[in-house]
């Protein structure tokens, strides 16, 4: 039996919304996009001409797309943070089924208000979750799942952030600063307190935290740097950091598109924006307030405890470490191979995740992979475990707002009694 095409709205048409496009694309036969929703001019028309939409069905604010009542199947929404929240209630009142850029809200009420109308409605909302959807994460899962490992016992696990995508994305950009967009353990790290309960498969009942901005501050800034790097830093030719280089001199980064807010900007634009926005200033000189390195304990249902540590200081990448009675994992995602020691045979095995072939697309292939799922579970086909519930989402991002009330108070938050203090 043929399955139908889904017809897809985009509202917010950055970086993650034509990402997810981009891929509908390639499946013509699975998806079509035929409205946009979104206010720069450059990034509206990109999408009006990549996917052929009539002008009359792009524009530069939600109400209006929204005001037409349910004219597709799918509503993609990919605002920044804070605007999260009322296109996706919007969206739930027109009964579109929703894919939702993390995180939900910013706000832990937000949320939950969200999964409950989700829940009335009959809509299914797919967060942005990308991770389970990698050949990585689902091997991991698979191994977890076939009982090789026996009880879980203990996770590590690290998010390296990368210190250049830290400084683009957490100092300068459009999460740096909590009160424009959210926490950066919400923004940047919901995907692993996510991916920590999926392997797990327990509830979580306690969770403590350490963290702070340490680095990225004006005290550290080198003597006589200037305000903005293009000026002319003393420091400039050894600095990480500096938008120079970036920005201007790496003429194939995509970073290049965030900073002007254009596709395809010129050398002029790019160095104009280096004298006159936060993408140019010193990186000691930002506004940034979110943490440059985060640590979560966690304790699930079981006596299972799992250790988060979220860090700007590497060159990125994500690793897992996972201590079970039968069996013990180590992965990595700069590595190509799983390695599972098996405690009985004291033997250790090498896997390849990608043997089956390897995805495309960010995010090791999460990209790609939550696009191709959506499609199979929209149409009732799916039967695998990589899709989360609204709910399972939540419950992830309820872990970060515990996590936060602990780093803030210096206490260990009992997980059931906040998510109780929130109704």
């Known amino acids: 039996m043929k399955k139908a095409k889904l017809k897809v709205i985009l509202i917010g048409a950055g970086n993650r919304g034509k990402g997810y496009t981009r891929t509908m694309a390639t499946m013509p036969d699975k998806y079509e996009v035929i409205a946009v929703a979104e206010p720069n001019e450059s990034f509206r028309e990109f999408i009006r001409e990549r996917h052929a939409i009539p002008p009359e069905l792009c524009f530069e604010s939600w109400e209006p797309l929204l005001g037409l009542g349910k004219i597709a199947d799918v ?128 509830p979580c009942i306690k969770v403590q935290s350490f963290g702070d901005l340490t680095y990225f501050r004006e005290e550290n800034a080198p003597t006589g740097a200037p305000e903005y790097c293009i000026d002319g830093c003393p420091e400039g030719d050894h600095c990480p950091y500096n938008a120079v280089k970036l920005y201007l001199e790496d003429k194939g980064s995509d970073w290049r598109v965030t900073a002007t807010r254009v596709e395809n900007p010129s050398d002029e634009l790019v160095a104009q924006a280096l004298h006159t926005t936060q993408f140019g200033k010193c990186i000691f000189r930002c506004d940034n307030d979110v943490v440059d390195h985060q640590t979560v304990n966690m304790l699930f249902e079981g006596n299972v405890t799992a250790t988060f540590t979220m860090s700007a200081f590497t060159k990125g990448g994500r690793a897992t470490h996972i201590m079970g009675t039968k069996g013990e994992i180590h992965a990595d995602e700069n590595h190509e191979l799983v390695e599972f020691f098996d405690l009985e045979t004291r033997t250790t095995e090498f896997i390849d995740p990608n043997a089956e072939g390897a995805l495309s697309g960010g995010h090791s292939g999460g990209d790609e992979g939550i696009i191709e799922t959506l499609y199979d579970y929209l149409c009732g086909t799916y039967t695998g475990s990589s899709i989360s519930t609204i709910g399972e989402s939540c419950d992830g991002h309820l872990i970060v707002f515990a996590a936060e009330e602990s780093r803030r108070t210096g206490r260990v938050v009992d997980f059931r009694e906040y998510v109780e203090g929130l109704e």
């Open 75 to 202: 509503a993609v929404i990919a605002t920044m943070d804070r605007e999260h929240y009322a296109p996706t209630m919007a969206a739930i009142a027109q009964k579109y089924d929703i894919l939702l850029e993390k995180p939900v809200s910013p706000v832990p009420e937000e949320c939950r208000r969200v999964a409950l109308a989700a829940q009335e409605a009959g809509v299914r909302i797919v967060v942005c979750h990308v991770l389970r959807f990698t050949r990585l994460y689902q091997c991991l899962k698979q191994l977890i799942d076939s009982g090789r490992v026996g009880r879980i016992i203990s996770v590590n696990h690290e998010e390296c952030v990368g210190n250049v995508h830290q400084s683009h994305s957490f100092v300068r950009g459009n999460w740096g600063n909590s009160t424009r967009s959210s926490c950066m353990l919400l923004q940047k790290s919901c995907h692993d307190t996510d991916i920590l309960q999926w392997l797990i498969g327990r």
